[in-house]
Antibody, heavy 120, light 107 residues
Framework: QVQVVESGGGVVQPGRSLRLSCAAS????????MHWVRQAPGKGLEWVAV????????YYADSVKGRFTISRDNSKNTVYLQMNSLRAEDTAVYYCARGEMATMGFIDYWGQGTLVTVSS | DIQMTQSPSTLSASVGDRVTITCRASQSISSWLAWYQQKPGKAPKVLIY???SLESGVPSRFSGSGSGTEFTLTISSLQPDDFATYHCQQYNSFPYTFGRGTELEIK
């Protein structure tokens, strides 16, 4: 069955960097877009970024543009989120999720999330 | 960016009730709307996609309707397992955007 498992979360100081990883299995990874979505404590969902099936197309939320970079390695069935210049407002559970299509499409499978806490 | 306005933010209901949640888009998104259910401490789960298509395995008491800018999620007869938070999301264009969520609580 489809599985996505996030890792790399933790506590980081403001201004520092962190890289999240997401290992996928149970489907042909190179056929689907992959997303990151976050949820601050007690808040709603915020879409963060997407990368197309082949890595050529990437889109970001305005709140992270220029600071976060999404990438993927189809040989390792893994997607990454490099987060730089972290701010307190980036504190959230970060979910990795599969897009149902190669580029556009809704999100059909979600990981369990990894918590990122930005605090001094 | 497309803004998604979801209402109500909280809904109190009883087992067996019929409930409706509304989501409005700031511009037309055709039928590119999904509904997700989320329970505390868990990842969201898709219920409805393309405004009215039921995801495989989702009970038929869940239904979606609408197009353009107005959408609804209806639960025909609430079951104990349905008390959760519901989120709408547009996937017409990037950046994808979510509504603020509706917490469905037991009356």
């Amino acid at each position: 069955q489809v599985q996505v498992v996030e890792s790399g979360g933790g506590v980081v100081q403001p201004g520092r960097s962190l890289r999240l990883s997401c290992a996928a299995s149970g489907f042909t990874f190179s056929s689907n877009a992959m997303h990151w979505v976050r949820q601050a404590p007690g808040k709603g969902l915020e879409w963060v970024a997407v990368i197309s099936y082949d890595g050529r197309n990437k889109y970001y939320a305005d709140s992270v543009k220029g600071r976060f970079t999404i990438s993927r390695d189809n040989s390792k069935n893994t997607v990454y989120l490099q987060m730089n210049s972290l701010r307190a407002e980036d504190t959230a559970v970060y979910y990795c999720a599969r897009g149902e299509m190669a580029t556009m499409g809704f999100i059909d499978y979600w990981g369990q999330g990894t918590l990122v806490t930005v605090s001094s | 960016d497309i803004q998604m306005t979801q209402s109500p933010s909280t809904l109190s209901a009883s087992v067996g009730d019929r409930v409706t949640i509304t989501c409005r888009a700031s511009q037309s998104i055709s039928s590119w709307l999904a509904w997700y259910q989320q329970k505390p401490g868990k990842a969201p789960k898709v219920l409805i996609y393309k405004a009215s298509s039921l995801e495989s395995g989702v009970p038929s008491r869940f239904s979606g309707s609408g197009s353009g800018t107005e959408f609804t999620l209806t639960i025909s007869s609430l079951q104990p397992d349905d008390f959760a938070t519901y989120h709408c999301q547009q996937y017409n264009s990037f950046p994808y955007t979510f509504g603020r969520g509706t917490e469905l609580e037991i009356k």
